[in-house]
């Protein structure tokens, strides 16, 4: 992967689903509760599904993206909406980082 | 995805409902002169323990992450704690409204113990006397006395409920001064024309002057107040509150009643509402994927008499059932509408001897027959 691109903050992060957290299709996407802070979020594309649920497989935030097939031209968007993610606490950061693929 | 192509897809409707409220009894130890379902006695139909758990283990299947429970009093039921633990159980949080009555130490501190239980204490002013007129005599005691008994046992931040009145919206700033000295979140919803209130309504619906103090109110607060985003009809007067500017009936909102009937919404509880009901074959989930009432309320919605209105985006026309109860059409402006257009309407109905009788009533009337007075 390039480097501008790694140069996200997030995208070289392992990130998880909170374990608080179930998700739920629908067409659009999904809707994320979160039974913890009882919030609602919506994940408004289902490649947002895709990468959500493969995040615990990864090393890397990143590694998630490439693992669901998502053009490198879409991960800055994708940053920027797990960023949000992670604000309302849907994401949340390793806390002790597990081998997966690279 | 935009936020406006999120709500035209919500708008279509989801495959189960994002907020769903049941009410598990018409029976109240109150008689709150507003009450949307007309509570009072219980009704002999309503479900039983395991009809209501066949209920539950449906909205676990179909990924219904919460549900809202009222009443009626809720608490008055004798299976409820039964009921509010399977479903918790069963990954279905519950967030329950309550007057508070049944709320004594003990109970506070066995719904302390319980995870993913959210509790809404109905208070409708800051006062004995605000309060009282509308919830009747003794029900402010009651709602302090169970907020008290809540934080004597840590239960955390249970919320306080009001619907907002012509007589409470001077105390907006009070009610989240009370919330804020018990460590409550405040819930600031709409009053509707329904149940009892479609009796109540004209004297205690906000004037127009105060729908502009209430929006101006959540504008300054709305990120720390709770409204079920029930004030959308608002959002004529300026930007847009937080949360959807939609109505959700049948779309990603539901009501079912005690007797298992499923209405579009909590407010409208009246047979032109009715889906289906949680006894049909196929039970809840068919009907809220099959019913031709939800089927049509997931369709584009008409303008109508909107339709040339400059504020139309902003408002979407307001409340089905705050027009419906006031007999005003459906495709029209909201009786509260805050350019005057919905009050112009209703002028021209209360002139109309016949419409007087056309006005439709609720479904059911499950109001406590008048005591007879006791002898001195």
């Known amino acids: ?102 | 995805m935009s936020a406006e192509s999120l709500v035209a897809q919500l708008k279509t409707g989801l495959d189960a409902p994002i907020c769903l409220t049941w009410e598990l009894t018409y029976a109240c130890n109150l008689q709150c002169v507003h009450c949307l379902s007309s509570s009072g006695q219980r009704d002999e139909r309503e479900l039983s323990t395991d009809e209501a758990k066949r209920v539950l283990d449906q909205l676990r299947d179909l990924q219904v992450f919460y549900i809202n429970i009222g009443g009626g009093e809720p608490m008055v039921r004798r299976d409820f704690f039964e009921l509010v633990e399977y479903s918790v159980a069963s990954g279905i949080g519950v967030k329950f409204s309550t007057n508070g009555a049944f709320i004594d130490a003990e109970k506070a501190r066995r719904l302390a113990a319980m995870d993913y239980l959210d509790i809404q204490i109905s208070l409708d002013g800051v006062d004995a006397a605000t309060n009282d007129a509308v919830r009747g005599a003794g029900s402010y005691d009651m709602a302090i006395r169970a907020m008290d008994n809540l934080a004597a046992a840590n239960f955390g931040p249970f919320k306080i409920s009001v619907v907002v009145t012509r007589h409470n919206v001077g105390q907006l700033d009070g009610f989240k001064a009370l919330a804020d000295r018990y460590g409550a979140q405040l819930r600031i919803t709409r009053l509707r024309p329904s149940g009892r209130g479609v009796d109540s309504w004209d004297d205690l619906h906000p004037t127009n002057a105060q729908q502009r103090e209430i929006y101006d109110w959540l504008m300054a607060h709305g990120e720390h107040v709770l409204t079920g985003d029930s004030f959308f009809h608002l959002n004529a007067l300026g930007p847009s509150l937080p949360g959807l500017n939609m109505c959700g009936a049948g779309r990603v909102v539901c009501l079912i009643d005690p007797i298992g009937d499923v209405y579009a919404c909590p407010f409208v509880i009246h047979d032109e509402f009715r889906a289906g009901n949680v006894r049909d074959p196929g039970g809840f989930a068919k009907v809220w994927k099959q019913s031709d009432l939800f089927a049509s309320l997931r369709e584009p919605q008409s303008a109508g008499a909107c339709a040339s209105c400059g504020a139309f985006d902003a408002c979407q026309g307001g409340c089905m059932a705050a027009k419906f109860f006031t007999g005003l059409p459906l495709d029209g402006p909201d009786p509260e509408c805050v350019t005057g257009h919905g009050e112009t309407q209703l002028a021209t109905l209360a002139a109309t001897p016949v419409a007087v009788s056309l006005k439709p009533r609720p479904a059911m009337d499950h109001t406590k027959p008048p005591r007879t007075p006791a002898l001195a």
Do not use: C
């Not at chain 1, 659009?28 to 493969?54: E, I, Q």
């Open chain 1, 1 to 102: 992967m390039s480097t501008e691109l790694i140069a996200h903050p997030l995208l070289g992060v392992a990130l998880d689903l909170h374990p608080q957290v179930a998700l739920r299709p629908e067409p659009f996407g999904a809707l994320a509760y979160h039974y913890g802070n009882r919030r609602l979020v919506f994940l408004k594309h289902p490649d947002m599904v895709t990468v959500a649920r493969a995040l615990g497989q990864h090393p890397t935030f990143a590694g998630a993206l490439r693992a669901s097939h998502i053009d490198e031209a879409r991960w800055p968007s994708f940053a920027i909406a797990f960023a949000s993610l992670q604000a309302s606490d849907v994401v949340v950061v390793r806390v002790s980082p597990e081998a997966g693929d690279a």
